[in-house]
């Protein structure tokens, strides 16, 4: 039983997505409300999100408001709060209500009770050179820190401390950047990036450790002090490389064990120290040639990290989590009936290893004509990342690559030839995104691993695997058509595409021959205990080997494949409305699949779909799958044109959740996109509303629409939302607009699915949910009278989408400016006067 008597309780959530926050906040949110509800706990959450699936859950009240802490007072004096829970919002919730307790005032009430963490260690690490040294107090080996807010004060420390250094910004705006500075022309600078970054003014200087290895750690602690490692990875490339922008990998395969041992020793010991009852990420710098082992970040709340480890390896670490900060502890927590009786205090297990790869925005960019600094550094430029599975590194790193959507042919040894040695040789020094196939080409030339290892600072490990590979490529390549090279390939990850490339064929002829020589894919479950304590597992990868774990769910299963990574112009929004399909499919009491390679993402809730498939989304990956579960349809996000035509042509029910190839173009500053917004069930149109759109706001106009003549006797035959785009010069706000005002350079196209989740909430109609029921033919006569009616809705159009306090200009350094509405990185909501 808990120890915390709660009766109103209020989740802060994260706020507008942005780099190294994407949607694991939200989806830890969503998870473990309807928890609390279940326990007769009134549930509220404030959030800005539009995207925030969680707003739109039936377990608690939602309240759409910009993140603000006149706004959270506001609210927990409305609603009674009596207990706040800002650790699953991550560190903008934690740094929020930090400010809201230290700006409470007499008239204000009582402070609500904080849980996971007491409100003096909650200031405390909210301000990391106060953290610091009540952790060198206690005796664990941190990195000193110099707290600076002059730029001469900064000089003199100069003087003291040799480059290169680390600098951060005090209580930062929005996320915290860590800059090294390797040269004296970068100090000024780098001062003047993190005193703009920082609400104070202040920054942090500290001893750069450049090079050294970089090791994360997830744990947990209850109330009486019990504690427990979920999971540790590494990252491949070293510290001066921003961990998000790194390939990472658990478990952890350079670390000894007596050196993860400590780790987690230093771990549990600053759990005790700040009395945490929850979830705590533990960043450690590790050098190699001495031992020495430093903690450089302490996270005691839902981060990536947290979404991954749940992920690689099964851990119900969501709900676990918000057990402890009731006050429950570990070996009293009772989980569903998908896991074992004592899941909750079994350490995990891998039997398996998880590669994460980062992506990146440049090609995204480059198709806007937006030139942007493709050098990678200690500032983060990767938007997403994805995540592969496999029994070995180099069978997990061939599906990460895969998931990564990158063209089979780029892998491939014949690649990158054209670079020069030169080139090759400063890239190694100064990587940029295509890090990893860079070092295989490397390889190939003849580098000597001992010579790359110290160019680079990776493990010499990484190198001997890559090398292992690429012999792989080259013995399956020069030996076409033998079924001993075509099993050795499967067996690595290297799939029917690649194959096929080398054989100069196609990935139906390879798949026919590993048919016909019974070289299939087996499913291996994800499970905490690795399979040692039976448990209803949910989540699967493919591997080579003998025994299949994963049967057929049933013969009435919808299966849904995701968006895979996060990218710009398709980011949380698209995890947003596939987790809605998800979510309608089983209201619609239809068994459901889904297939994505994101952790971040809300369509991997462990308890959302009936089974999970951790794959590439490439046709041959969805195609064994389709195989063993033959789910009656395969709904498909409608950018992934491949993909669904080679899934028709392979007779195939696939149904279009409908989306553009690419993000749409956009407004500039000198004019506006006006849009007519209306739905489609597959044989009627109807008016929905109409949108207007300049460079970095979209604005909802309220007015009734009757379709122009022209638009109602056209025939969209796949149901869902779209839009009527046309353009004015100028960019005044306007609260009418006359349907014959549509020009002759209009068109037709898919609303984005970042707008569809704004008017959605705008409107509060679920459009995504009625588009699954028009795509299945289950619309109701409710359904039907709400097309016919909706435009006569009264609209809330106090309430605009607006960009996100992205700061493109520190993480990409673009040449021309960056519109956040139309990449869908971040967006929040603005409330506004109308007049």
Known sequence: MSNITVKNILFIGAGSNDFGLEAEHDAAIYQVMPELKGHGINVFL??????????????????????????????????????????????????LWATTVQQWEHGDGPVPRTLGLSIDMLLRVNNLPNLT??????????????????????????????????????????????????????FEEAIDYAKKQSMTQEIIISKAINGLKEVSME???????????????????????HTADSLSVAPTLTIQDQVLEKMRTYAFQVADLLGLQGIMHVQFAFDDSTGAIYIIKVSPYVDQMASRMALVTGYPVMLVAINLAMGIALEDIVLPHDFGEKTAMMEPMMDHVAVKLPIFPFGELEESDVSVNRQLNSIQKSVGSTIGFGRTFIEALEKAIRSAHFNNATFSPTNMAHISDDALIQQLIHPEDNRVLLLIEAIKRGYEIDELAELTNIDEFYFYQL????????????DADSIESLRLGKQFGLSDGLIALFWNTNFTNIRSLSKEHQIEATYKALEPSAGEFPENARQYYSTFEEENESVQVSDNTVMVIGSGAFRLGDAASGGYATTIVLSELRRLQYHTIIMNNNANDATLMQNLADKQYLEPLEISDVMKVVELENPVAIIVPGNRRKLITALRELDQNVLILPKEKHMPSGPVDDRTEFALNIFSDGQQIYPVNMTQHVAGELRIISQIIELPKQLAQTHLENPGVYQVIWYENGHDWVDHVEISDISYDTWLRPMPFGQVAFISKVMQVQWVRITVRALLGRLTEQDQKLLENVNKLT?????????????????????????????????????????
């Open 46 to 95: 404030i959030d800005e999100n539009p995207y925030a699936l969680s707003l739109e859950s039936l377990a608690a009240e939602a309240i759409w408001q910009p993140l603000t802490v006149e706004n959270i007072k506001h609210v927990i004096k409305n609603n009674h709060i009596d207990t706040v829970l800002p650790l699953f919002g991550g560190t903008r919730a934690v740094r």
């Open 467 to 478: 090398g292992h590979l690429l012999q792989l490529e080259l013995k399956v390549e020069n």
């Open 795 to 835: 609209l809330q159009t106090d309430v605009s989408l607006v960009a996100a306090d992205v700061n493109y200009d520190l993480h990409l350094q673009p040449i021309e400016p960056i519109d956040g509405t139309r990449f869908e990185l971040g967006v929040n909501i603005q409330y506004y006067d109308q007049k």
């Open 219 to 241: 744990i947990l602690r209850d109330f009486r002090g019990n504690k427990m490692k979920i999971g540790a990875s590494e990252d491949m490339d070293p510290i001066g490389i």
């Open 133 to 186: 040294r009540y952790m060198a107090d206690a005796g664990l080996p941190v990195l000193t820190s110099h707290v600076v807010k002059a730029q001469d004060d900064a000089n003199e420390l100069l003087r003291e401390l040799q480059i290169p250094l680390m600098i951060r910004s005090l209580h930062p705006k929005t996320t915290n950047t860590r800059q090294m500075v390797e040269r004296l022309d970068e």
